[in-house]
């Protein structure tokens, strides 16, 4: 068993959708290497940031990272393996790669309650806008502005009895 704790630089671009991960950001890998009969089992972890839009307002984010893998690379012979030990040696980009992109959110937002865009005007939603906020834009839904409930027990009642037999 062996283990290495190294930095590297991405080397492209990995992602495709609002966020991805730059080509030339580092990745804080820490690796540990067993002996299996297989092959050689691969487990380890591996820190960087990811970079994008916020699906909600279009704002810039950037977040960290964290994800773990772990992968049998297995001894070349008669089966076809996924990964496999080439000279001695194991090719983990593939590996890394795959554990980034499938963690990287797809609709990534810059805060948990980020409020998005105002679909009117285009501009970002803050906490409370006001009273623009409690006007009614359909003009078919404004006579339920006048509705209220503080005088509805006093409200005279339509009483409908059923008076079919079943």
């Not at 554990?99 to 948990?112: D, E, G, K, R, Y």
């Not at 006001?130 to 005088?151: F, I, M, N, V």
């Amino acid at each position: 068993m062996r283990e290495f704790d190294f930095e590297a630089p991405a080397s492209e671009k990995w992602g495709e959708g609002l966020v991805s991960v730059d080509a030339g950001v580092p990745l804080d890998l820490e690796v540990r290497l067993e002996s299996v009969h297989e092959g050689i089992l691969v487990s380890g972890s591996a820190s960087t940031e990811y970079s994008g839009v916020c699906g909600r307002c279009l704002t810039d984010i950037t977040e960290p990272l964290q994800v773990e893998f772990q992968e049998l690379f297995a001894y070349p012979g008669e089966e076809a393996t996924d990964f496999e030990v080439q000279d001695d040696h194991v090719d983990l980009e593939t590996l890394v790669r795959d554990a980034i992109v499938l963690s990287l959110p797809f609709q990534p937002v810059c805060q948990p309650d980020c409020p998005g865009l105002d679909p009117a005007t285009g501009e970002r939603l803050t906490g409370s806008t006001g009273p623009e906020q409690g006007e009614s834009l359909d003009p078919r839904w404004a006579a339920l502005k006048d509705y209220t409930t503080d005088h509805d027990e006093e409200a005279p009642r339509l009483r409908v009895e059923n008076t079919e037999e079943s």
